[in-house]
């Protein structure tokens, strides 16, 4: 390793019409895209990987990329990666105060940190970046760039930049690239597509937003910035940029320091020249996301490094202990115990075809709620005459006829909701009326009729059906359970009031000392982030509490945890140990470790897994923690 004093060469500072940034792979060899940045929870880079550059996956089950007996590592410092001109890929990072270390690759994997660049020590070194500037020298070279306090130019921190050749060798001394009259942070540089150069940057200690301005060449002069609010008011820090296959603008990264323990980065669009952003949203999938940067990949690179994380993940991954509880692909988990039998019964949706084109429903059996057998199949759609697939989200409901127990088991079938009836748990269920009970035409709801969920009121013995997807209706049930009672058909949640509800599907319901507990799935079942929230009601038919409009708790009771890599835990059902106030939540999570690496498609790779519900002194659902 060497480690230079920066001699003092001068900066090429012709301006340019067009501008050329670090080399990228073009549209038709991109496969994905490589996110390395530090770990919130560890402090050491880290790999993250995505086919569509927000659905991402831990490499290395978001530990650090380098081994721990390597000699040349960063740690605690923001690393900025990019692909070199000729050769392999280059990582920068600060190294203290008033340094700030070069490393290289021949392939992502092994590190090796070429220089050490030693800045003067009076001066305070922010995080660098690198960028190539097609104006430096005869050649061209590398712009190493970073907001430094330099107190004999300048009283906060400004942009600076070193130079060297393509083979990184030659630095030149530190310059001022630009000075806006107050302290910056994190600026991040992007070769515009029309020709010059847009940053974008923080204001240190100032406005909660970002700052954007331009210039024609690296070396400026940079206009005035202007002011970019991409969360409103809220505060970011560390943008980086990168572009979508096919999309016209930028995507940028930034951090949300609001975003709480399970990641709070962010990406929105932004225009070509950064003067609009919109649509911010969570990057998924990776434990602690913090400040780093993207780029694009080959499907060999990719194919290379998830073999190569593959491999490792064995020293990476703890195992499953008690989770799921049955082997295979499932999810929707109904859940009922049975007086009859004296067993508890699993009802999920058998999982793992393509876009959900599923067409069959199994049921599951336990005396104990940990050993499980498999009953086979209960209801096929090929069977019926009028649904043949998306066999989806059943729910089941024990009702005593006389001395004879019936099973009403309500299931989706084309997008529709259907009633099959039976006189034993595990069936075989026929279907009931052989047509859908509720459909979208014929209730012209504003989305799919689906994710039904039953309920018996023990203050009243009424039954009622809810159902929805991006909009909550219910009805009650009439004597015979295939027919809903005229009149009682309505909304509880609109779609225009989805917002303010978090939900979109999964309703589940159940009553414990009074109150009536309204749960259901906020996200899309393919998001990382699919987790669930409720509220508390005195009435099963209206959201009331004390008299008033009933409100979503704040607290989200079961969501993902990166540091285990679980991920997609929703859609749920809750059970309740006869005799006791003992309570656990049954729900589905993307198969681990395999469903997160699927991107979207783990949305269809899900398993069934059960955890303890405690409950406050005011009622209130403690958060449950998914475990292995």
């Known amino acids: 390793m060497k480690r230079l004093l920066l001699l003092p060469l001068l900066f090429a500072a012709c301006l340019s019409a067009t501008a050329q940034g670090n080399p990228e792979l073009s549209d038709t060899d991109t496969f994905g895209y490589l996110y390395c940045h530090i770990s919130a929870h560890g402090g050491w880079p880290a790999y993250a990987m995505s086919q569509d550059g927000i659905h991402f996956h831990d490499l290395l089950c978001g530990d650090s990329i380098f081994a721990e007996d390597a000699e040349d590592v960063i740690d605690g410092e923001i690393p900025y990666l990019c692909r070199a001109k000729d050769w392999g890929y280059i990582m920068v990072a600060a190294s203290g105060t008033s340094s700030i270390d070069i490393l290289r690759s021949d392939n992502l994997m092994r590190w090796v940190r070429t220089t050490t660049l030693d800045l003067p020590d009076y001066c305070q070194v922010g995080d660098p970046q690198i960028i190539w500037d097609d104006t430096y020298g005869g050649e061209g070279g590398y712009l190493v760039y970073f907001p430094m306090l330099e107190p ?17 060798s030659g630095w030149t001394r530190p310059e001022l690239l630009a000075d ?156 009922l115990y049975s007086e009859q039998t004296g067993k508890y019964y699993i009802y999920p949706t058998t999982d793992g075809a393509y876009a959900w084109h599923n067409h069959d429903f199994k049921c599951f059996s ?17 069977d019926l005459d009028w649904g043949k697939e998306y066999a989806w989200a059943p729910c089941i409901i024990e009702k005593k006829v006389g001395r004879a127990y019936k099973y009403y088991y309500y299931f989706v079938a084309n997008k529709a909701v259907g009633v099959a009836v039976a006189d034993k748990p595990e069936g075989p269920y026929k279907d009931a009326l052989g047509k859908p009970m509720l459909s979208q035409e014929e209730l012209n709801t504003p989305n799919q009729v689906i994710d039904p969920d039953v309920f018996r009121d023990p203050k009243t013995g009424k039954y009622y059906l809810y159902w929805g997807n991006s909009y909550l209706w219910m009805a009650e049930l009439a004597d015979d359970m295939v027919s809903l009672v005229p009149g009682t058909m309505h909304e509880l949640i609109p779609r225009s009031r989805i917002g303010e509800y978090h939900y979109l599907e999964g309703t589940y319901v159940f009553e414990r000392n009074g109150l009536y507990y309204f749960m259901w799935s906020e996200n899309i079942t393919r998001s990382a982030r699919y987790c ?35 991920f997609g835990t929703g859609h749920n059902s809750v059970i309740n140990i006869p005799g006791t106030d003992d309570w656990y939540m049954v729900y589905h999570r993307f198969t681990r470790p395999e469903g997160i690496k699927m991107g979207l498609s783990g949305g269809y790779n899900r398993e069934v897994c059960i955890d303890p519900m405690y409950f406050n002194p005011d009622g209130t659902i403690v958060p449950v923690k998914p475990t292995l």
């Open 152 to 168: 004999t130019k300048v009283t906060h921190m400004s942009l600076f930049g070193v130079h060297s050749d393509v083979n990184l």
């Open 366 to 382: 336990s005396e104990d709620l940990v050993n499980w057998k498999d009953e086979g199949v209960i209801l096929d759609l090929q």
């Open 180 to 335: 806006w009259g107050f302290g910056i942070k994190d600026a991040d540089i992007s070769p515009l597509p029309g020709g010059g150069y847009g940053v974008l940057f923080k204001e240190e200690d100032g406005r909660p937003g970002l700052l954007a301005a331009t210039a024609q060449s690296l070396a400026g002069p940079w206009s005035e910035p202007a002011y970019l609010e991409p969360e409103g008011g809220k505060a970011v820090e560390g943008p980086s940029t990168f572009r979508l296959v096919g999309a016209q603008g930028w995507q940028v990264g930034y951090v949300d320091p609001a975003g709480g323990p399970t990641g709070g980065y962010r990406v929105c669009t932004a225009d070509d020249d950064f003067s609009e952003m919109r649509r911010p949203q969570y990057l998924e999938g990776v434990f602690g996301p913090e400040q780093g940067s993207f780029i694009r990949v080959s499907e060999d690179e990719y194919k290379r490094l998830q073999a190569w994380s593959d491999k490792a993940e064995p020293d990476h991954l703890a195992p499953d202990v008690h989770n799921p509880v049955f082997p295979g692909l499932h999810a929707d988990p109904e859940v």
């Open 532 to 566: 669930i929230r409720y509220l508390i009601s005195d009435s099963p038919t209206e959201f009331i509490r004390n008299g008033e409009p009933a409100k979503v708790e704040e607290s989200v009771i079961l969501q993902q945890d990166p540091s285990l890599q679980i």
